[in-house]
């Protein structure tokens, strides 16, 4: 009330501060917040399924020691299938796959678990086994199997391995020397044998005698032209 007369509402009294208004609201389209809505949702799902795909391919490799038990060289030699010393001609490595690693960034390439190389060998001396003069030794992977050899191109070394169709194969544990270190083993082996050469084909063969022969068959034609130049000469 003032002077008897009621205030009406909203209206501002004597000594009484005017509220400001309030800013208008910005009316957007629903169709926009919509539109904004569904981009946002597609991304969100975008990155989860990105997300998923990298967790599923970066499978950290096992971590295990190296745990085999020594087994003396007649003994291995018994219960392989195949013992032979050679040079590394090549090392086939296995595809490698994106893994998740504790640094940065964080994503590191490495071979599969349990994926073999595949070690071509170049035979000196064959103790058991096909008297082959190459090889391809089936073998653990190194970065994936502490207990699996690093064969580099070039280096020599002695073998125990078990048949694996026309291949090697060494199994989990089974012995493998470095020729260089292999003392022992060749003291307690033997001499061994040579691997046998791989026979020539026909062609092969002929083919080495092919060039003296025709050297030696142009010679006697130039001898008789020669020869019969000079008795028409002579006549």
């Known amino acids: ?5 009621p205030l009406r509402a909203g209206a501002a009294g004597p000594g009484s501060a005017r509220r400001p208004a309030a800013p208008a609201r910005a009316v957007i389209p629903r169709w926009t917040a919509l539109a904004s809505q569904g981009v946002h949702g597609r991304l969100s799902v975008a990155v989860v399924i990105a997300l998923l795909a990298v967790l599923a391919l970066a499978r950290p490799a096992p971590v295990s020691a190296c745990s085999c038990a020594y087994v003396a060289p007649l003994d291995a030699l018994a219960h392989a299938d195949a013992v032979v010393a050679g040079r590394v001609v090549s090392v086939t490595e296995p595809p490698a796959w994106p893994r998740l690693g504790d640094r940065f960034p964080f994503l590191y390439f490495a071979p599969n678990p349990g994926e073999p190389i595949l070690v071509t060998l170049a035979v000196d001396t064959v103790w058991k086994g096909p008297p ?3 090889v391809t030794v089936i073998s653990q992977h190194p970065a994936t199997d502490q207990c ?3 064969f580099p191109p070039g280096g020599e070394f002695l073998i125990y391995a078990m048949r694996d169709g026309d291949n090697l194969r060494r ?3 089974q012995r493998v020397v470095d020729l260089r270190l292999a003392a022992d083993d060749l003291a307690q082996l033997g001499p061994g044998a040579a691997p046998a050469q791989p026979a020539q084909a026909p062609a092969a063969r002929y083919a080495a005698w092919l060039l003296p022969g025709v050297l ?3 010679l006697l034609v130039m001898l008789l032209w020669k020869g019969l130049r000079r008795r028409r000469a002579r006549g």
């Open 1 to 5: 009330m003032h002077d008897g007369l």
């Open 132 to 134: 082959q003069a190459q």
């Open 216 to 218: 030696l068959l142009t």
């Open 171 to 173: 199994e989990f544990c």
């Open 148 to 150: 699996a050899t690093y």
